[in-house]
């Protein structure tokens, strides 16, 4: 079994629609994949719609978290999207995408970058606003070559010269969230440091011990190095390794699969997992 437990659409900050998604999915040989867009469950309705046989959808979230100053993201996969606490702090993140984006646009502007706040909403369209589309805007005007290294603190990355924060949760809140709503946490990319500075690994272990599922492993932002240390980390935690391609379609440069997550480890993502259920294919409305 390929399976990819961490993609984008344009539901968020991806160029493929779901739909588009989970074809790209099956054309690329997955057999299963998860829909992890940032802070929405927005795309999964279209994704289940569109699933090709032969394709597993797994439904989930990129939740936006912040601690002690630092932002990271916390994968949640199979929770009921119902659930109104987890629901609420979900829209408390949409709801501030918006003038967070307009303050980056407001200081690329004052650091001389000839961006807009009109370019920007139309890369991002009907997607939740972030950072990636400020980033292809940024491309778009030369500025940088590509989105990742638009990612640095010379710009957007964490502490960023253009950087703004904007309304995070705290992970040990996501982590008690997703649980109560029945789903399953993986910390992503979480040494990715090129990205910005990155929660320390006390903070992981702290992180486990207030029930923290797993730890993306095999990541394009992860070196050799740093994968081999997350490996031994999550072993030595008691912590799911998982791999995934953070997919989002032309806007990075990795394929849908080209880092995956073992089947044992899917198995176990899904034993527990109680508030929502895999959707096989073909199509489909998702189970009740």
């Known amino acids: 079994m390929r ?7 344009t539901a968020s900050d991806g160029t493929d629609t779901p739909a588009e998604l989970v ?3 099956a054309a690329a040989g997955l057999d299963v994949v998860a829909l992890t867009d940032h802070d929405t469950v927005g795309g999964h309705a279209q994704a289940a719609a569109a699933l090709p046989e032969g394709l597993t959808l797994v439904t989930g979230a990129e939740l936006s978290c912040r601690i002690d100053g630092i932002g990271l993201h916390m994968l949640a996969y199979l929770f009921d999207p119902a659930e109104p606490e ?16 307009q ?4 200081r690329l502007q004052e650091l001389g970058v000839p961006i807009t706040w009109e370019q920007v909403a139309r890369i991002a369209g009907d997607g939740s606003v972030g950072r990636p589309h400020v980033a ?3 491309v778009e005007l030369g500025v940088v070559d590509t989105v990742s290294d638009a990612f640095t603190s010379a710009w957007l990355g964490n ?3 253009a950087y703004a924060d904007k309304h995070e949760l705290d992970p040990f809140d996501a982590i008690r969230l997703v649980k109560a709503a029945g789903g399953v946490t993986v910390f992503a990319h979480p040494l990715a440091v090129k990205r910005g500075t990155v929660v320390p690994e006390t903070v992981i272990a702290q992180l486990a011990e207030a029930g923290l599922d797993g730890i ?3 990541h ?3 070196d050799e190095p740093t994968r081999a240390r997350l490996r031994g980390l999550a072993a030595e935690l008691g912590l799911l390794p998982t791999g995934s391609s953070d997919y989002h379609g032309t806007r990075k440069t990795v394929r849908l699969g080209e880092y995956t997550t073992d089947p044992e480890i899917y198995g176990e993502i899904t034993r527990r997992a109680t508030g929502a259920f895999p959707v096989p294919g073909a199509g489909g409305p998702l189970p009740a």
Request: aromatic share 0%; charged share 35%.
């Open 23 to 25: 074809a790209a999915a």
């Open 86 to 101: 987890l629901a609420r702090e979900r829209e408390l993140v949409r709801d501030d995408r918006v003038p967070r984006a």
């Open 216 to 218: 993306e492993v095999d």
């Open 220 to 222: 394009m932002d992860h």
């Open 159 to 161: 502490g960023g010269r």
């Open 136 to 138: 292809t805007a940024l």
């Open 3 to 9: 399976i990819d437990l961490h993609t984008h659409s």
């Open 103 to 106: 303050a980056m646009v407001a």
